[in-house]
């Protein structure tokens, strides 16, 4: 098979590969601004269902569970996102080691194989959640497990792992306490009402501060991820361009060696000819 042959195969499997990259950027740039989009709103409406919380809280009263401290991990399942899931993972052990041994629930089944690593087995493993579509079928049984758990006595405090959000293509891990839940103490507590016991309201809106902030973090995730794959899939791009450029000046310079070969050839078969001409006369 010729060199020119040989390159441009190239340059079709590189073309192939620039589109590729191209549908990856533009989702991953629409899974950005849909993470970013709601972070405002989330943000006010968990502070509402704090300080709704600090009315309920009756003074004197426990503000937790006694248990391990939990943790849940927000990873990633797709890739081209770097040390993205590494430094997550490196992140929660060392909480990890700082609060003892307690349940781990790991969202992403490529962080399995590190924490196995490092000899920790998680308590359940769940998808890591891709889209702002698909978190609430991923929150609403995550909280029932952090909520069994809490009831049987196996988790007691509780904190996330996720990234933050910092720029396109920046974020920085960072561990969000969720259990107990801090409550403000200024509020003057809720007169007893004849419908609802407070302690079953109490329960009720614990159970939606919990599902809030999880939310919040895993759009703050989201957000990471997606900004990071965006940076990532342009660099490959740009790196396409410069590979492909390359090989298409390559296939020039065969074409321009090869034309000039050619013309080389013809001159010398022509002054052969003539050569032999004359000396027939």
Known sequence: MSRERVLQRRLRSLGTLKEAVGALRSLSAQHFRAARAPLAAVRAYRDEVQRFLGVLHAPGAASGHEGP?????????????????????????????????????????????????????PASVQPAPTSVAGLTSLLLPLVDTILSLRRA??????????????????????????????????????????????????SVVIREYLYVSLYETLLEALASEHGKRLVTAESARSWLDERIGAT????????????????LEVIVAARAARREGGGVR
């Open 69 to 121: 401290t939990g943790i849940v991990l927000i990873a990633a399942d797709l890739g081209l996102v770097g040390d993205y899931t590494a430094r997550l993972v490196r992140e929660s052990l060392a909480l990890r080691a700082e609060s003892g041994p307690g349940p781990l629930v790991c969202l992403g089944h490529r962080a399995v194989s590190p924490l196995a690593r490092a000899g920790v087995e």
């Open 153 to 202: 006595g196996q988790l007691g405090s509780l904190w996330l792992v996720a990234a933050r959000f910092e720029g396109a293509g920046e974020y920085s891990p960072v561990r969000v306490p969720v259990l107990p839940v801090p409550v403000p103490a200024d509020r003057p507590p809720l007169a007893t009402s004849p419908y609802c016991d407070t302690m079953t309201l109490r």
């Open 248 to 263: 298409r000046r390559l296939v020039t310079a065969i074409r321009r060696e090869a034309s000039t070969q050619e013309l």
